[in-house]
Antibody, heavy 121, light 107 residues
Framework: EVKLQQSGDELVRPGASVKMSCKASGYTFTDYAMHWVKQSPGQGLEWIGT????????SYNQKFKGKATLTADKSSNTAYMELSRLTSEDSAVYYC??????????????WGQGVMVTVSS | DIQMTQSPASLSASLEEIVTITCKAS??????LSWYQQKPGKSPQLLIYDATSLADGVPSRFSGSRSGTQYSLKISRPQVDDSGIYYCLQSYSTPLTFGSGTKLEIK
């Protein structure tokens, strides 16, 4: 059974950084890309970026360049996203989602449960 | 960037109706189009990929189609459990872009 287990909700101070994880199980981690998606409160979905763990290659939405950093650890089948210089605009739920294929240009077939990030002093 | 114009923003339908939600792409996307259902407090779930292919475990009352650059999700004889928010996604080119969502209520 494919599962994406994300880390817990975060309460962080403005200006700080946060790093969240997405542990994959039930499939070969390097056979698929991993996407990250933002959902602001009561809003729709935004693609942040994608990492191809096999070759450690990333593609980012220009809007999130400098804000998000995607990495992957093949030894632990875990994808990570770090968000830096947090502001209230970064308060949202963040999802990891497996790509249906190894490359960026594919649909998202499995999703993590989401991490709620709250930026507040 | 490719814009995905999704409509309607919301709709209410009965169990006997056929529900249709559309997404119009601002340019050709070669069927790199998928549909997702999201229920309150839950993660989105894949329904349709490659415009017309039904994802594993998704009931056959869901179907996808294309006409030009307009893509449609159809739900035939919807169930109450089909209530939720539906999104389309184009994965033809980066940045990948979602439609704005359709809130569906089944009465």
């Amino acid at each position: 059974e494919v599962k994406l287990q994300q880390s817990g909700d975060e309460l962080v101070r403005p200006g700080a950084s946060v790093k969240m994880s997405c542990k994959a199980s039930g499939y070969t981690f390097t056979d698929y890309a991993m996407h990250w998606v933002k959902q602001s409160p009561g809003q729709g979905l935004e693609w942040i970026g994608t990492i191809i763990p096999l070759i450690d290659t990333t593609s980012y939405n220009q809007k999130f360049k400098g804000k998000a950093t995607l990495t992957a650890d093949k030894s632990s089948n875990t994808a990570y996203m770090e968000l830096s210089r947090l502001t209230s605009e970064d308060s949202a739920v963040y999802y990891c989602a497996r790509s249906l294929a190894i490359y960026y240009y594919s649909s998202f077939d499995y999703w993590g449960q989401g991490v709620m990030v709250t930026v507040s002093s | 960037d490719i814009q995905m114009t999704q409509s309607p923003a919301s709709l209410s339908a009965s169990l006997e109706e056929i529900v249709t939600i559309t997404c119009k792409a601002s340019q050709g996307i070669d069927d790199y189009l998928s549909w997702y259902q999201q229920k309150p407090g839950k993660s989105p779930q894949l329904l349709i990929y490659d415009a017309t292919s039904l994802a594993d475990g998704v009931p056959s009352r869901f179907s996808g189609s294309r006409s030009g650059t307009q893509y449609s999700l159809k739900i035939s004889r919807p169930q109450v459990d089909d209530s939720g928010i539906y999104y389309c996604l184009q994965s033809y080119s980066t940045p990948l872009t979602f439609g704005s969502g359709t809130k569906l209520e089944i009465k």
